[in-house]
Structures are given as structure tokens and as C-alpha cells.
């Protein structure tokens, strides 16, 4: 059943891009449209299930926080000491992907040397 269905849907697929081939147009935009509204609905379906789990586990997150704060509230440290930590990543990650960017973007123009083009 399975391959005659991939089969069934194969042909289809090749018909429907000789028509787009050989008319152009509005209705090779039309064909193309069609398939990419039906190709992207599995991953708008993975997105908003991924998207949807990790809204529960973050609300866990949140709720199991919340909870130890109110036990033992001296944990403020360990809070503040995360959230330096994470900082300071995420600004190198920045800082390097901006380096990177500089050193080989092609469009940039060095000192000394004036392209052509721009």
C-alpha cells in the first residue's frame, strides 16, 4: 500500500512539473506555490510540537525555581553567579561571530585597498 502510494504520488509529482516546465507563468507559480504550502505542514507541525515542550519544561523550570527559592532563599548567589556565567558567553560568542564576520567579509573595505566595485 505504502509504495504504491509513494508511486501514485511520484507520478504526480513529475506530471505536475512538466506542466510547470512547459506552461511557466501563473501556472508554474501556482503549481510551485501548492507544493510548498504542502511540503512545509510537517515542519510547522514540528515546530510547534517542539515549541510546545519546551514550554512545559520551562514552566518546570520556572515552578521548580520559584519552589527553591522560597525554601532557601541564600541561593540569590548561585542565580547571580549563573547569569554572569551565561553572559559573558553569550558576549564572546558575539564578539567572535562579529570577528569573523569583519575578517572575511568581502564587502568590507580595508584600509588601503579601495575595490573597484564598490
Known amino acids: 500500500?505504502?509504495?504504491?502510494?509513494?508511486?501514485?504520488?511520484?507520478?504526480?509529482?513529475?506530471?505536475?512539473g512538466i506542466l510547470a516546465g512547459f506552461f511557466r507563468g501563473w501556472v508554474d507559480d501556482d503549481i510551485q506555490?501548492?507544493?510548498?504550502?504542502?511540503?512545509?505542514?510537517?515542519?510547522?507541525?514540528l515546530i510547534a510540537a517542539s515549541i510546545l515542550m519546551v514550554q512545559v519544561y520551562m514552566g518546570n523550570m520556572i515552578n521548580g525555581a520559584r519552589l527553591e527559592m522560597a525554601r532557601e532563599p541564600i541561593v540569590w548567589w548561585l542565580l547571580t553567579a549563573a547569569f554572569v556565567f551565561m553572559?559573558?558567553?553569550?558576549?564572546?560568542?558575539?564578539?567572535?561571530?562579529d570577528t569573523v564576520q569583519d575578517a572575511f567579509d568581502p564587502r568590507r573595505v580595508r584600509k588601503g585597498k579601495q575595490s573597484a566595485g564598490y
Open 1 to 16: 500500500m505504502r509504495e504504491s502510494l509513494t508511486q501514485t504520488f511520484s507520478a504526480a509529482a513529475i506530471i505536475f
Open 87 to 97: 553572559l559573558a558567553l553569550v558576549l564572546a560568542a558575539n564578539l567572535f561571530a
Open 33 to 45: 506555490y501548492i507544493y510548498t504550502t504542502l511540503n512545509s505542514i510537517p515542519s510547522v507541525l
